[in-house]
């Protein structure tokens, strides 16, 4: 992959069918690769939010070759088995165009965790 665009799905790009628009004119301009981050929220309690898996399923119903995925998945804030369920089930509807990228996460840019109650790093 040469070329990818990635979006924050904040505000109006919380919407999956705009960001898949968005999506499918970045293939028809040549682009590689088009992906998402996966946030539940951001500095600003205000800003809408968009799901990341939602938002990718849009995407790859109104696209055929661009490859496709979230940034990162913080998988602290996933269950395995609905994780692997979701990516399992995005590869399918996407006929294998899905990159997966995974971490951790952070709560430093909006609380994350700690607003749920949860800890990115348990145990730790």
């Known amino acids: 992959m040469s070329e990818a665009i990635w979006m ?10 705009i960001v898949a628009d968005l999506a499918a004119r970045a293939e028809a301009a040549s682009w590689d690769g088009f992906f998402v981050w996966d946030h539940i929220r951001w500095q600003d309690a205000g800003r809408r939010v968009g799901d990341a898996w939602v938002t990718l399923a849009a995407i790859a ?3 055929d070759s661009i490859r ?57």
């Open 61 to 63: 119903r109104s696209t």
């Open 8 to 17: 924050p799905l904040f505000d109006d790009l919380a919407d999956p069918g």
């Open 68 to 124: 496709i995925g979230p940034m990162v998945v913080p998988l602290p804030r996933y269950r395995p088995a609905a994780l692997v369920r979701q990516t399992i089930s995005l590869d399918h509807l996407s006929k294998g165009r899905l990159i997966v990228g995974a971490g951790l996460g952070d709560d430093r840019f909006g609380g994350e965790y700690s607003r749920f109650g949860e800890d990115a790093l348990p145990g730790r």
